[in-house]
């Protein structure tokens, strides 16, 4: 079972990135996938989840209207799209397969597998 993240860089504030998460077939047949963050000095915090149909989401407050979450089946690939970005958004971000497969459960706990996080950086 592997998670590939990938499409982090750095950008300017209100610019846009895509990050990409790659994943087994395994996991993309029964489970929901999420995206985590972790500022410097921070804990790691929930960003977004898709349930593994792909017809439900959800958003922390701080991202939600700027960050779409998005799956491709036939890709095994979920996206995670960051429009309008923050100095705050400043993270490493990682892609993590849920246990569960859909959106009503998105702490850390309930996610079982988890890719080797990618790095953003927003400058001001």
């Known amino acids: 079972v592997q998670l590939q993240a990938s499409g982090g860089g750095l950008v300017q504030a209100g610019g846009s990135l895509r990050l990409s998460c790659a994943h087994s077939?395994?996991?993309?047949?029964?489970?929901?996938v999420g995206w985590f963050r972790r500022a410097p000095g921070k804990e790691r915090e929930f960003v977004a989840v898709?349930?593994?149909?792909?017809?439900?989401?959800k958003y922390s407050d701080s991202v939600k209207g700027r960050f779409t979450i998005s799956r491709d089946n036939a890709k095994s690939m979920t996206e995670l799209q960051m429009d309008s970005l923050k100095p705050e958004d400043t993270a490493t971000y990682y892609c993590?397969?849920?246990?569960?497969?859909?959106?009503?459960?998105?702490?850390?706990?309930?996610?079982?597998?988890w890719g080797q996080g990618t790095e953003v950086t927003v400058s001001s």
């Open positions: 993590a397969a849920s246990r569960y497969s859909d959106t009503r459960y998105y702490r850390e706990r309930d996610f079982t597998y």
């Open positions: 077939d395994r996991i993309f047949s029964n489970n929901a």
């Open positions: 898709i349930a593994w149909r792909g017809g439900s989401t």
